[in-house]
C-alpha cells in the first residue's frame, strides 16, 4: 500500500503532521545570544491558521461535502450517503476536469500533464489513465463507492474535518464520529445560497460560462441541486424555486465535459428514487 492510501481510502491510519502540509515555510531564526525558543502553542495555531485560510484551498469535492453535511458536534448528511456520494464522485470528476487533467470525449479519458495538486486526485486520475474507455455514468457509479470516505479523508488531512471517538453502547468495536472545524471564511453552504439567491456575476451572466471559477462556482451548485441537497438547506420557497429555476438556465450555459458530469449524477439520482428498497 503506497504511504498514503490508507488515508486517502478512509482507513484509520497515522495522521500526517500539519507541518508537512503547508505549503510554504518561514526561514529559520537566527542563532544568537538573545534567542528565545519558539512558542510550541504559537506555532502550532500558526500552522493551523495558514492551513485553514488558504494555503491548501478548498476543492469542489470538499465543498460538496461539507454542503451536504450539517452539525457542529457530530457531522450528518442532509440526504441520503448514496446520494452524497454520487455528488461527491461527480466533483472528484469535476475538479480534474477543471484541471484539464481529463476530457469528456464522451467517454472519460486523459488529456493533461498529470500532475494534479492532491493524493486523491491523483488517485482517480491513475486510475482513469489505466482504463480510459469507460463513460461518465460508468466512473460516477464506481467512485461513488469510496467517494465520501475519501473525500472525508482528504478534509481530515488538512484538518478542516476532526475525527470524534464514540464510546458506549457500540459492540462491534471502536466506532467514530467527525465533527467540523470552523472556517477563517464563509461556510460553502451560505456560498451556495448566495450563488442561487444573489445577482448573477459578469461571469455567469453572459453566455456561455467559460470563466474557470464561475465553471466551480455553477457545477457545485448543479450538484448541490442534482442530489437533492438544496430542499434540505431549510430555504424558504420562493427562494428553492428560484434556486431551481437557475439550476436549469445555467446547466446548457456549462462546457459539454460539465454539463455531462451534472446530468450524469442528477440521473442517477433519479434511478436512485425509483429503485424500490426494503
Known amino acids: 500500500m503506497p504511504i498514503h492510501e490508507g488515508a486517502v481510502n478512509g482507513g484509520r491510519s497515522r495522521r500526517l503532521p500539519r507541518a508537512v502540509l503547508t505549503t510554504s515555510q518561514d526561514p529559520p531564526d537566527e542563532e544568537g545570544p538573545d534567542a528565545r525558543a519558539p512558542d510550541p502553542r504559537a506555532e502550532r495555531a500558526s ?9 491548501i484551498p478548498l476543492r469542489l469535492a470538499d ?14 448528511a442532509r440526504v441520503d450517503p448514496k446520494l452524497v456520494a454520487l455528488g461527491c464522485a461527480g466533483g472528484l470528476l469535476a475538479e480534474l476536469l477543471l484541471e484539464d487533467e481529463i476530457g469528456v470525449l464522451p467517454t472519460v479519458r486523459p488529456a493533461g500533464k498529470g500532475m494534479p495538486p492532491d493524493f486523491l486526485s491523483w488517485s482517480v486520475l491513475r486510475e482513469i489513465r489505466s482504463e480510459p474507455q469507460h463513460s461518465v455514468r460508468t466512473w460516477i457509479q464506481y467512485l461513488s463507492g469510496t467517494a465520501t ?24 468495536g471502536p466506532a467514530v464520529a467527525w465533527r467540523p472545524v470552523r472556517l477563517d471564511q464563509r461556510a460553502p453552504a451560505e456560498a451556495v ?18 470563466v474557470p471559477d ?24 420562493p427562494v428553492q424555486r428560484r434556486a431551481e429555476q437557475r439550476a436549469e438556465q445555467w446547466l446548457p450555459r456549462l462546457p459539454a465535459g460539465l454539463r455531462t458530469i451534472v446530468a450524469e449524477v442528477t440521473a442517477a ?5 425509483m429503485t424500490p428498497r426494503r
Open 47 to 55: 500552522r493551523e491558521r495558514a492551513t485553514r485560510t488558504g494555503r
Open 63 to 76: 465543498r460538496y461535502f461539507l454542503v451536504a453535511h450539517t452539525g457542529t458536534d457530530r457531522l450528518a
Open 149 to 172: 470516505e475519501k473525500v472525508r479523508a482528504r478534509l481530515t488531512i488538512i484538518d478542516v474535518v476532526r475525527e470524534v471517538p464514540v464510546t458506549g453502547r457500540w459492540r462491534a
Open 193 to 210: 445560497v448566495d450563488t442561487f439567491t444573489h445577482e448573477e456575476s459578469a461571469a455567469i451572466r453572459s453566455g456561455m460560462i467559460t
Open 214 to 237: 464561475a465553471q466551480a462556482e455553477v457545477a457545485l451548485a448543479l450538484l448541490v441541486t442534482g442530489t437533492g441537497v438544496t430542499g434540505r438547506l431549510g430555504l424558504p420557497r
Open 269 to 273: 439520482r433519479e434511478q436512485w428514487a
